[in-house]
């Protein structure tokens, strides 16, 4: 057959010139990302940003679109530090510290909690500013964290109606995955995007810009590798503290009261020499020296995963200070893992134990038993880590449990030489306790997410009262 040169040469032109229209289409096509407000009783900047919403604004800027970005939640943002007449925000050494709040009225299922509730984060006047600064976007993607903090949510989607009327509105993150549709009822969204499907979230975009793929692009592909994903836009933020870093996603413990697996189902890694590399990346980039990891999982299958990382980074030799927030496997917590853990700059360690009471511990889960807790806080602290920097988490109020097994909790921990950490149990749907904790809260019917607040099992659970839990507390204090 013969070959048409000419032919070739000219589809070749066509493609390369469909390909910058395609290009000039999505750059043209504004997209604005929001983390939105935080509305409670209480809240903090534990290490508390968007991660998910931060890898999505890099996919976005690599598949071509223009992004903005604001973050409701920025203790940083210029106008709310100028109100607070402060140059900065007030930080522990960490890069923690409180938001700027507001007092607003409770909504009425919670009019009957004594406890004054809260908008968190930047004013609704500046808001509204950054608003007005912005080209209007040809779509809003708005993020949401926790289920019960979806008021913030909603009035940020309120906002953008009035400001941008018309423009669509399409809703993700842990909210509008687990309570899908309490969102589709409520929120006033265009689109609700459910748990990590960046592929539905791109096809949905193309159709909005009116450019339609043939094929997946490379990041979809990617979805089941996090290491083809592009690090996190931290560069969207002016002023940073610290850097949040995932290192895998997902965990394969089905935990009675935990609802990661709803999130990620599946258990992925990322090479420890490419982490390694991001958080030199930043650390020279932006000077950053605190780095936090929000994997659920870190430690499992810690061989080949995050004991090569650690190995990586004392290679490095960089003055770094790694935080590990959320809840090791203590039983994988062995003599050398302690010591390079040390060497590598883990600074801040949790744990989880959750209950000295074995039956129980069988029962939520059975990843630790007390002998493996204690023997993981003996390596820690032969390691050269002290008291206050390993922390274990108790949960407290599962149904069934009573106040004398909690003090027996907090005592053991406190004699193995570590810091209790209160986790107070909420009901969250999904889970496998979620049936048995809603009879036991009474909750009945629909439940609304904001009774899945952790502040009001004083309120709601018939064994742990507010009095019981400041008894608690006082233990704690007392040593």
Known sequence: MEIDS??????????????????????????????????????????????????????LKKEGYKVSYIDC??????????????????????????????EIPKPEVLKNIPRRFSRYGITEEIFLKELTKLSPPRAVLITSIMTYWYPGVFRVIKLIKKVFPGVPIILGGIYATLCFTHALQFSGANY?????????????????????????????ESLGCLDGLPYPNWELYPHLDYVCVLSSRGCPFRCSYCASFLIN???????????????????????????????????????????????????????????????????????EFAFKMQQAGVETIRLGLETVDPKMQE?????????????????????????????????????GQHLPEIIDSIRFVLDCGAHPRLAKFSAIPGTKIWEEA??????????????????????????????????????????
């Open 6 to 59: 000419k032919n070739i040469l000219k589809a070749c032109r066509n493609l390369e010139l469909r390909g910058r229209i395609i290009i000039k289409m999505k750059q043209n096509f504004h997209l604005l990302l929001i983390n939105p407000w935080i509305y409670d009783f209480t809240a903090y900047d534990f290490w508390s940003k968007p991660l998910g919403l931060l890898y999505l604004a890099s996919i």
């Open 73 to 102: 939640l920025d203790r940083y943002n210029q106008e709310i530090l100028k109100l607070q007449n402060k140059n900065r925000p007030k930080s522990d050494s960490f890069g923690r510290g409180p938001f700027y709040k507001e």
């Open 192 to 220: 609700i995007i459910k748990g990590n499907q960046i592929g539905d979230l791109l096809s949905l975009l193309a159709e909005l810009s009116g450019f339609r793929r043939k094929s997946r692009s490379e990041y979809e």
């Open 265 to 335: 189902p599946k258990l992925e890694y990322r090479k420890p020499q490419e982490v390694a590399e991001e958080i030199e990346c930043w650390y020279r980039r932006r000077k950053i020296k605190d780095f936090v990891f929000y994997d659920d999982a870190l430690l499992i299958n810690s061989e080949d995963h995050f004991l090569p990382l650690l190995e990586e980074l004392i290679h490095k030799k960089l003055p770094l200070r790694l935080h590990l927030p959320n809840g090791l496997h203590a039983r994988l917590v062995s003599e």
């Open 363 to 399: 029962k939520s889960g059975g990843k630790v038993t007390n002998n493996e807790f204690k023997k993981a806080v003996e390596y820690l602290l032969k390691a050269g880590y002290k008291t206050n920097q390993i922390g274990a988490y108790l949960l407290i109020g599962i149904p």
């Open 438 to 479: 809603s009879a036991y809260f009474n909750l009945r019917g629909d439940v609304d997410p904001l009774l899945h607040n952790d502040a009001l099992l004083p309120y709601l659970s018939p064994d742990i009262t507010e009095k019981s839990y400041q008894q608690i507390k006082s233990i704690i204090r007392e040593k």
